[in-house]
């Protein structure tokens, strides 16, 4: 048996696996966010820890976890974990959707010219780099101290092993890696005021990354002395769980955040257009991607709002309401920002064309909608400079929902694929990264595809009753931007 373990947003996700890669269980532990100022995200990283055992336990009260051979990770990129010189926590961890570092952003462009080229990647404020310098700037006691960054994932790895490792997918999301070179750059982190003596050990997702405690695998109810396996950011991670490995290959994330994810044959950066270019978990491999900031959080705060009883219940009032009746209201998916295409992490979640007649149903079919349609215009950017994405599969937990994968495929007028586990997300991808590094079977015969499940092809009817509620989309955020800067900014620091 393999475990995969997928630190999230929202919860840390555990999937057991059998000999053939076979899901035979999985728990999850929910987490939640500190949002102490605007644009402000963190977490405590104890509570990851915290989350861990408890979705490890859930596994336990059903599987005797004693025959597990490797464990791999996979989790929320970008974060950023501070620790001193005894591996202590300095400050809560500053998260990917934390939008304070704005003024960071174009300073560390100014500080490397060449950071476009090195990284691949525009700076934006859910990069791990520009949080250090907002660190170095406004908390410079705590920046004086720092002896170590660690993303998420590798953090728990440090508290698991003692090794503080971390492998390529997820070290291309820090803007510090060399990403077409898979190794540190000295000069981004020179432009951040660090050095490589502060940085993780890299390896390949698929290499053994240190062995689990003693002390840990008592707490975890895990066997000692298992090696853990490089792992891979939470989106690289989603890739390999459904073998999303070759060139042209590509899938869509419903997960807290959105993601279009298309693998390619080599380095393919395209910065000007907010598409991230990142190394695949996967030795020799590379993969691009676009990036929204709330997805399935847009669907569970509509939920919370409108006091539906659960998100199911909601979709089921959307489905039975009908998703091609006439209607106006659009919706501007920014609830924590905004990535691609905007990068601006001051766009503001909007309703417009609200009347009297509105119900709660019509409110969760305009944020179906102004997903699908923000996922859209990422697969447009996508495919800017790698050519045409034929078809998607899609993953996540919103991938359950009838409704909105419909929705998705009249938006994006491409098929759109459910598969068989895609639920289990990156953390199947993790279990399937632990095998390959315990020796259980090759890159070829472990990241197969899963059989599929449903295609939902373009509705013709569906498009025509989605292309004026688009439209308004399109025109509503340049309408917008500038009142977005002026309204919604964080406030001054004392």
Same mark, same amino acid.
């Given at each position: 048996?393999?475990?995969?373990?997928?630190?999230?947003?929202?919860?840390?996700?555990?999937?057991?696996?059998?000999?053939?890669?076979?899901?035979?269980?999985?728990?999850?532990?929910?987490?939640?966010?500190?949002?102490?100022?605007?644009?402000?995200?963190?977490?405590?990283?104890? $509570?990851?820890? =915290?989350?861990?055992?408890?979705?490890?336990?859930?596994?336990?009260?059903?599987?005797?976890?004693?025959?597990?051979?490797?464990? +791999?990770?996979? +989790?929320?990129?970008?974060?950023?974990?501070?620790?001193?010189?005894?591996? /202590?926590?300095?400050?809560?961890? #500053?998260?990917?959707?934390?939008? =304070?570092?704005?003024?960071?952003?174009?300073?560390?462009? /100014?500080?490397?010219?060449?950071?476009?080229?090195?990284?691949?990647?525009?700076?934006?404020?859910?990069?791990?780099?520009?949080?250090?310098?907002?660190?170095?700037?406004?908390?410079?006691? #705590?920046?004086?101290?720092?002896?170590?960054?660690?993303?998420?994932?590798?953090?728990?790895?440090?508290?698991?092993?003692?090794?503080?490792?971390?492998?390529?997918?997820?070290?291309?999301?820090?803007?510090?890696?060399?990403?077409?070179?898979?190794?540190?750059?000295?000069?981004?982190?020179?432009?951040?005021? %660090?050095?490589?003596?502060?940085?993780?050990?890299?390896?390949?997702?698929?290499?053994?990354?240190?062995?689990?405690?003693?002390?840990?695998?008592?707490?975890?109810?895990?066997?000692?002395?298992?090696?853990?396996?490089?792992?891979?950011?939470?989106?690289?991670?989603?890739?390999?769980?459904?073998?999303?490995?070759?060139?042209?290959?590509?899938? %869509?994330?419903?997960?807290?955040?959105?993601?279009?994810?298309?693998? $390619?044959?080599?380095?393919?950066?395209?910065?000007?257009?907010?598409?991230?270019?990142?190394?695949?978990?996967?030795?020799?491999?590379?993969?691009?991607?676009?990036?929204?900031?709330?997805?399935?959080?847009?669907?569970?705060?509509?939920?919370?709002?409108? &006091?539906?009883?659960?998100?199911?219940?909601?979709?089921?009032?959307?489905?039975?309401?009908?998703?091609?009746?006439?209607?106006?209201?659009?919706?501007?998916?920014?609830?924590? +920002?905004?990535?691609?295409?905007?990068?601006?992490?001051?766009?503001?979640?909007?309703?417009?064309?609200?009347?009297?007649?509105?119900?709660?149903? $019509?409110?969760?079919?305009?944020?179906?909608?102004?997903?699908?349609?923000?996922?859209? $215009?990422?697969?447009?950017?996508?495919?800017?400079? +790698? &050519?045409?994405?034929?078809? %998607?599969?899609?993953?996540?937990?919103?991938?359950?929902?009838?409704?909105?994968?419909?929705?998705?495929?009249?938006?994006?007028?491409?098929?759109?694929?459910?598969?068989?586990?895609?639920?289990?997300?990156?953390?199947?991808?993790?279990?399937?990264?632990? =095998?390959?590094?315990?020796?259980? &079977?090759?890159?070829?015969?472990?990241?197969?595809?899963?059989?599929?499940?449903?295609?939902?092809?373009?509705?013709?009817?569906?498009?025509?009753?989605?292309?004026?509620?688009?439209?308004?989309?399109?025109?509503?955020?340049?309408?917008?931007?500038?009142?977005?800067?002026?309204?919604?900014?964080?406030?001054?620091?004392?």
């Amino acid at each position: 048996m393999h475990l995969g373990i997928d630190l999230g947003t929202s919860g840390v996700k555990a999937v057991l696996t059998g000999p053939a890669g076979e899901v035979l269980a999985q728990a999850t532990a929910p987490l939640a966010l500190s949002s102490p100022r605007p644009l402000w995200s963190e977490q405590d990283p104890e $509570d990851w820890l =915290r989350a861990t055992q408890a979705a490890l336990a859930s596994l336990r009260a059903s599987r005797d976890l004693s025959g597990v051979r490797a464990l +791999g990770l996979a +989790g929320q990129m970008h974060g950023a974990v501070l620790l001193d010189a005894s591996d /202590q926590v300095l400050r809560p961890a #500053i998260l990917w959707n934390d939008g =304070r570092s704005g003024a960071e952003c174009a300073a560390l462009e /100014q500080a490397q010219p060449a950071s476009r080229g090195i990284t691949g990647n525009l700076a934006m404020p859910g990069f791990t780099a520009p949080k250090l310098l907002w660190v170095r700037r406004h908390e410079p006691e #705590i920046f004086a101290r720092t002896r170590r960054v660690l993303l998420p994932k590798d953090w728990l790895r440090l508290r698991l092993t003692g090794e503080a490792v971390s492998e390529m997918s997820d070290a291309s999301g820090t803007l510090w890696l060399d990403v077409a070179a898979r190794r540190w750059s000295g000069a981004m982190l020179e432009a951040t005021g %660090l050095s490589e003596a502060q940085m993780p050990a890299l390896v390949e997702g698929t290499a053994p990354a240190g062995r689990l405690r003693a002390e840990m695998a008592a707490l975890l109810g895990l066997p000692a002395g298992i090696p853990l396996a490089g792992g891979a950011g939470d989106n690289a991670a989603g890739a390999v769980g459904i073998g999303c490995v070759s060139p042209g290959d590509a899938f %869509l994330s419903l997960g807290t955040s959105g993601v279009v994810f298309v693998s $390619d044959p080599g380095f393919l950066p395209d910065p000007a257009r907010t598409v991230h270019a990142f190394c695949h978990c996967l030795p020799g491999t590379w993969h691009r991607m676009s990036v929204i900031l709330s997805a399935a959080a847009a669907l569970s705060w509509v939920t919370r709002v409108t &006091g539906a009883g659960s998100e199911a219940a909601l979709l089921a009032e959307v489905e039975q309401a009908g998703l091609a009746k006439p209607g106006r209201l659009a919706f501007l998916p920014y609830l924590s +920002g905004e990535r691609t295409p905007h990068n601006d992490p001051r766009a503001a979640g909007v309703f417009f064309g609200l009347s009297g007649t509105d119900e709660r149903a $019509d409110l969760a079919r305009a944020v179906l909608e102004g997903v699908a349609f923000a996922l859209a $215009d990422g697969l447009e950017a996508l495919e800017a400079l +790698g &050519g045409r994405i034929e078809a %998607l599969t899609a993953i996540g937990g919103g991938a359950r929902s009838t409704a909105w994968l419909r929705i998705l495929s009249a938006a994006t007028a491409r098929p759109i694929r459910s598969v068989i586990g895609g639920e289990a997300g990156p953390a199947l991808g993790a279990a399937r990264l632990a =095998r390959i590094a315990a020796g259980d &079977g090759s890159i070829a015969e472990v990241c197969t595809k899963p059989p599929v499940a449903v295609q939902y092809e373009p509705e013709a009817g569906l498009a025509a009753a989605l292309a004026p509620r688009r439209a308004a989309y399109r025109r509503l955020y340049p309408t917008l931007q500038t009142l977005f800067a002026e309204t919604v900014d964080p406030e001054p620091l004392a």
